[in-house]
């Protein structure tokens, strides 16, 4: 089969979107005169896919010198089946060379290789119902590596706003050719790069060589249609084998590339009303005489005793009465996760020394220790406990489970009472 | 005349013993009183001392205030030690501090088991018992007492 008619011939069976990308054809001056053709066509596709064809033809036959021939060389060559047999290769052939003049094979095996070894690259496996051997010479051989790759969009509708995956996996199909005389081969290829058009305005670009799959994440925002485009960008190495009369082996390595595309329809749903309910919370403490001992402890207090007339430190928690909730379209969707990030006291001074106590109106992180003393009542004269009220603005911060995250201030407040009984006897 | 001189020696032995009593036991019961008072100081004070024994643990658990019993009764007996130190006629305050009755009280209300007042803080409640010799009143037979001191004190700073 000829290159051009080859390229012409997968063209019409592809129909559609079908580009001939490449057609590279390289002659070589085999040993008898005869000339030996290697071509490729790479064939891209954009609708799922492509293929590489490459075929080598000898219009002569003169390689090698077939047994009983009227060629007189020095040497002569014939497949031999192997008795080896797996199950991926039910078949294994290989080509032993003779000296004519003494019978002997001249491409014996090295002695210390492990078996099989054939101590040549001649090495082939061929399909159960077509050996090389008994075979007419033919006058080509052929090889084509079919890629097809499939897009798809996960979810399938999405909400404007939310995050979809573009995802594209390439498969592949090779057929390898030979016969007596030659073989054609796809040596190797690899994904060089992947190319994706989003559909809405945004494309992306991912080297990642020799990955068969990718899988990218990208957020439509406005609702609608959108059409995801990715494009696999292929190179490669087709390799011809020539025998020559002796049954050596000639390699013919020639590099190609061809493009692969496909596409899947992405839909954008109008973006859901969602509606961030805040936290209610609420200001405990943990109070200490002095400094903090000990570990900390889990539980917090709305309302505690004071010592009258000891500076007194007040670990300051929030307590949860609700957490902060997610609605879409007015539907829970689930609770978020608030957590303290700093505080104010917003009352009058309290009667802890200067420079000791918290001064009103300061902001502070969470962990910071309020310090708050009172006097009264009176140590001297005594009286009735005393009750205050010491409010404090608590900063609360919530994550919600879409991962939105918010800020809230929340006025609360936590009491004290203080007593002095000055009576003893 | 030798009518009266004899009165007069009748008065004298039958009214001599009367007043020596009556100053005898004056002079006792004042300094009675004065040991009195500063028993009372001593025990009030440490009591007072030991108020401010603050459980700085439980009060960050709870947010509740009460007395650390096992500090507050040692604070306690010690400071009655220190103050009875000097105190005539305490020969050996440690002995008093080491036998005082000291309670701590956190459960309240509640009523001094000493002295029955009402409590309605935790406090810490003590009481002694000290011996009183007499000086003069010894000549008739009565040489020693006991003193019994009590004091309460509510927690605080």
């Not at chain 1, 036959?61 to 014939?78: I, K, L, M």
């Not at chain 1, 490669?236 to 013919?252: C, K, M, P, S």
């Not at chain 2, 002694?128 to 309460?152: K, N, Q």
């Amino acid at each position: 089969m000829k290159p051009a008619a080859t390229a012409a011939k997968a063209v019409a069976a592809l129909g559609l979107g079908v580009a001939l990308v490449a057609t590279g054809a390289t002659d070589s001056q085999g040993a008898s005169g005869s000339v030996t053709t290697v071509s490729i066509a790479s064939v891209s596709g954009y609708e799922g896919h492509a293929f590489v064809y490459a075929q080598v033809s000898n219009s002569t036959f003169a390689f090698p010198a077939p047994t009983g021939t009227g060629h007189q060389s020095p040497f002569f060559s014939e497949w031999v089946a192997q008795p080896i047999a797996s199950p991926t290769c039910p078949w294994i052939w290989a080509v032993y060379v003779f000296d004519r003049a003494t019978n002997r094979q001249i491409n014996t095996p090295p002695p210390n290789s492990p078996p099989p070894n054939f101590g040549t690259t001649t090495v082939l496996c061929a399909s159960p119902t077509a050996t090389p051997v008994g075979q007419p010479p033919q006058a080509d051989a052929a090889a084509r590596l079919d890629l097809d790759l499939q897009v798809t969009v996960s979810p399938v509708v999405a909400a404007a706003g939310s995050t979809s995956r573009v995802s594209a996996v390439l498969s592949n199909a090779l057929t390898q050719d030979l016969n007596l005389y030659l073989s054609m081969a796809i040596q190797d290829w690899a994904v060089t790069s992947w190319s994706i058009d989003f559909g809405d305005g945004q494309m992306a670009t991912i080297n990642t060589p020799a990955a068969t799959s990718i899988q990218v994440p990208h957020v439509y925002q406005a609702a609608g249609l959108y059409d995801a485009r990715v494009v696999a960008f292929i190179s490669g190495h087709a390799q011809a084998a020539v025998y020559d009369r002796y049954g050596t082996v000639h390699l013919l390595r020639r590099p190609f590339s061809v493009e692969v595309g496909s596409h899947a329809v992405a839909t954008a749903s109008v973006r859901p009303s969602r509606s961030y309910m805040p936290p209610q919370a609420q200001i405990g403490v943990v109070p200490y005489i002095g400094l903090p001992i000990g570990a900390p402890t889990t539980t917090a207090f709305r309302h505690i005793d004071g010592l009258r007339g000891a500076l007194t430190s007040l670990s300051v928690q929030l307590l949860i009465l609700r957490e902060g909730e997610l609605l879409i379209n007015g539907a829970p969707r689930g609770f978020g996760q608030s957590w303290l990030t700093g505080w104010r006291l917003d009352g009058a001074p309290s009667d802890a020394p200067r420079g000791v106590g918290t001064v009103p109106g300061a902001s502070h992180r969470a962990g910071e220790l309020l310090r708050l003393q009172w006097n009264a009542p009176n140590h001297i004269l005594g009286g009735q406990a005393r009750d205050y009220v010491v409010p404090v603005t608590l900063f609360v911060t919530t994550r919600f489970p879409d991962n939105h995250v918010d800020s809230y201030s929340i006025a609360s407040s936590f009491s004290v009472s203080v007593n002095f009984a000055a009576e003893s006897g | 005349m030798i009518r009266s001189r004899g009165q007069s020696v009748l008065y004298a032995v039958l009214l001599m013993p009367t007043l020596i009593l009556v100053f005898a036991l004056a002079v006792d019961m004042t300094s009675l009183q004065m040991q009195k008072l500063r028993l009372r100081y001593a025990v009030d004070l440490a009591t007072v001392t030991a108020a401010t024994a603050v459980d700085e643990r439980y009060y960050s658990q709870t947010g509740r205030l009460r007395l650390d019993p096992a500090l507050a009764t040692a604070t306690t007996r010690d400071f009655l030690m220190r103050n009875l130190t000097g105190v005539p006629g305490i020969p050996e305050p440690a002995q008093v501090a080491a036998t005082a009755d000291v309670s701590i009280i956190n459960q309240t209300p509640a009523a001094d088991p000493y002295t029955r007042a009402y409590l309605d803080r935790p406090a810490v409640c003590a009481r002694i018992r000290v011996p009183y010799r007499f000086l003069l009143l010894g000549w008739i037979g009565l040489r020693v007492v006991e003193m019994t001191v009590a004091a309460s004190a509510e927690i605080r700073t």
